[in-house]
């Protein structure tokens, strides 16, 4: 990719579904895409404030958003937002703390929900959020740990970690 100092870059990619483009994090909040082949990139979004780390964490389908993992270490707060597939300003779907909310996150496979996970009480357990802001579901609720989900390709079902077996 052309015009990319990776010495002084953090850079963190994702595809998109149709496999034509890469939106990639660069610094700690500029977001820039380009296409599969190489060439020039475009700057699709750049975090306002100079603090937050910004990360692309997956694209929707048929590329219509860019679901992105906005973390601010000074301020101890995480968000997951929306961001247009064409640029624009993002729309956070959640915020909170950053002992509770994780910024790994994943569309479903119709990009009307979000899967990741959440931490109460010592607990990690696995939330879907309704990206037109319809509310949260909880997914699993008991002692274990339950991390790192992820949908399967027809959406009926989420995978995710468990410590439950204590191994």
Known sequence: VEGINADAATLIFEWSP????VVYKIGRGELRVVGSGGGKTELLWASPEKEPYVYPLDWSEQN????????DVARSTVR????????????????????ELNH?????????YIVGTKRIAKN?????????????????????????PFWSPDGKHIVFVSNRAKT
């Open 18 to 21: 149709d496999g034509k483009s």
């Open 64 to 71: 219509r958003s860019i679901l992105l993992g906005i973390v």
């Open 80 to 99: 997951l937002a929306v961001l247009p597939e064409r640029g624009g300003e993002p729309r956070t779907i959640l915020a909170g703390s950053s002992d």
């Open 104 to 112: 790994t996150a994943q569309f479903s496979p119709d990009g009307k």
């Open 124 to 148: 990690i357990d696995v939330y879907v959020w309704a990206v037109d802001g319809g509310g949260e579901t909880r997914i699993t609720d008991q002692p274990a740990d339950d991390d790192h």
